[in-house]
T-cell receptor
Framework: NAGVTQTPKFQVLKTGQSMTLQCAQD?????MSWYRQDPGMGLRLIHY???????DQGEVPNGYNVSRSTTEDFPLRLLSAAPSQTSVYFC??????????FGSGTQLSVL | GQNIDQPTEMTATEGAIVQINCTYQ??????LFWYQQHAGEAPTFLSY????GLEEKGRFSSFLSRSKGYSYLLLKELQMKDSASYLC??????????FGAGTRLAVHP
């Protein structure tokens, strides 16, 4: 049972480049979300989804897009990367909000 | 707005008991959560409180007072492997979970 799988684990981008962080879960969870984690600020919610075809904004959505075409996948897109988006990104899923399962994280650096 | 406060760092001795406090001010309340995060790893779920009182789970217990906007995580019989960050999180309404900045706990021999 793989759980929540995030790729890549590490990524370096130049300012203005675009990329997609992949997230997949095999637990048939309806709820999926993306967080970023910065030193001293904890985890901040970027976007979330309560099911296929449904997405909504979290605390810090600007600069990020998401889509949920299947229950399993919830990719996060950076259309034009900025240094302020340097962070560690975590994808999480759950069957209810009571217990989130997190992926192993993506460390992103934007130069 | 939403505000969750917890101490930045704590230290404790192996075998001892430590209490990590969390206070919150949120526009709604659907539950309070504690997660553990070892350095360089993903957070893992520890506990969930939605009603006032103490929830015990082995060496870890979590307490909630909704009227005071207050929770604590109690770790007993501390072990070196308990050195980690402990994240307090509140669900202010359905489908959102807001995290505090975390408390970094160092356990010394």
């Amino acid at each position: 049972n793989a759980g929540v799988t995030q790729t890549p684990k590490f990524q370096v981008l130049k300012t203005g480049q675009s990329m997609t962080l992949q997230c997949a879960q095999d637990m048939n969870h309806e709820y999926m979300s993306w967080y970023r984690q910065d030193p001293g600020m904890g985890l901040r919610l970027i976007h979330y989804s309560v099911g296929a075809g449904i997405t909504d904004q979290g605390e810090v959505p600007n600069g990020y897009n998401v889509s949920r075409s299947t229950t399993e996948d919830f990719p996060l897109r950076l259309l034009s990367a900025a240094p302020s988006q340097t962070s560690v990104y975590f994808c999480a899923s759950s069957s209810s909000l009571e217990k989130l399962f997190f992926g192993s994280g993506t460390q992103l650096s934007v130069l | 707005g939403q505000n969750i406060d917890q101490p930045t760092e704590m230290t404790a001795t192996e075998g001892a008991i430590v209490q990590i406090n969390c206070t919150y001010q949120t526009s709604g309340f659907n539950g309070l959560f504690w997660y553990q995060q070892h350095a360089g790893e993903a957070p893992t779920f520890l506990s969930y409180n939605v009603l006032d009182g103490l929830e015990e789970k082995g060496r870890f217990s979590s307490f909630l007072s909704r009227s005071k906007g207050y929770s604590y995580l109690l770790l007993k019989e501390l072990q070196m492997k308990d050195s980690a960050s402990y994240l307090c999180a509140v669900s202010p309404w359905d489908n959102k979970l807001i995290f505090g900045a975390g408390t970094r706990l160092a356990v010394h021999p």
